[in-house]
C-alpha cells in the first residue's frame, strides 16, 4: 500500500509542480519572516525606552499572530490543494488560497486552537514525568547515594521516557485525519471531528508510520542533493494520497 500510495502521490506532483513551487515558496517567505520575526524585535527593543516598549511588544505581538494566521491558512489550503488532487477532484489555485476567506479563516481558526489544546495537553503529560524523572535523579546524586544507583536509576528514566514518547507518538497519530476530515467537511463538530480520526486512524497507524519513515532518506538527501521543495511537496502529497484512501 505504501508504494502504491508513494506512486501515486509522485504523479500528482509531476501534474501540478508549477503550483506547489509556487506555495512552497510563499509559505517559506511566511515561515522566514515568523522565526526572524523576534531578532528583529530584540535587536528594535533595545532601541527604545519606557512606554515605546510596551507599545512596541503588543504592535509585534500583533505582527507576529498575523504571521501565522497567515501560514497557517496557506499551509491548510495547500493541504486542501492536495486532498481534492488525491481524489481526482478538480483542484486549482483557488484551493490553497481558500482559508483566506473571512469564514473559512474564523472556521480554520476554532480548528486549530482546539487542536492545539489537545496537543499542549499531551506535551504537559509527557513533560511531567520526564521532570519527575530529572528532579528524583538529581535528589539521589545530590544526597550521595551509589553510582549504582544512580546508574540504574538513569536506565529505568531514559527507558520510561522512551515508553511515554512512542505513546505521545501513537496517540498524536490518531489525530492525522482530523485536519484532512475538517477539510472535506465531514463531521458536526469539533469533538466529532476528532473522535471520527481517533476511530478511523488506530488499526492504521502502523502503515502510517512506515510511510513517514520511507522519507527518512529523502529528508537525509535534502541536506546534500535533492532540493527541499521537491520533497515537501512529495511528502506532503504522500500525506494527502494516505488520508484519501483511509477516508
Known sequence: MIYEIRLKARQ????????????FMITALVVLTVNLFPLVYISTV???????????LIVSTFLLHICIT???????GVDRFMLKRSENISAGAGDIFYYFRFRNLISMLKF????SVRRLLFYIVLLLPFAICLGTFISLCNKGFSAAVCLVFGVFSVLFMLLAVITFHRISDTYFLSKYKFI??????LKQLFAISQEAMLPKIKRL????????????????IVPI???????????ACFAAECM
Open 12 to 23: 500528482k506532483q509531476a501534474q501540478c509542480s508549477a503550483i506547489l513551487f509556487l506555495s
Open 46 to 56: 533595545k532601541t527604545l525606552s519606557g512606554d515605546n516598549k510596551i507599545l512596541s
Open 70 to 76: 497567515l501560514y497557517s491558512a496557506l499551509s491548510l
Open 112 to 115: 486549530y486552537i482546539a487542536f
Open 184 to 189: 472535506k467537511g465531514d463531521y458536526l463538530n
Open 209 to 224: 508510520r512506515q510511510m513517514k519513515l520511507s522519507f527518512s532518506g529523502w529528508f537525509l538527501l535534502c541536506i546534500l
Open 229 to 239: 521543495p521537491y520533497v515537501w511537496s512529495y511528502y506532503r502529497q504522500c500525506k
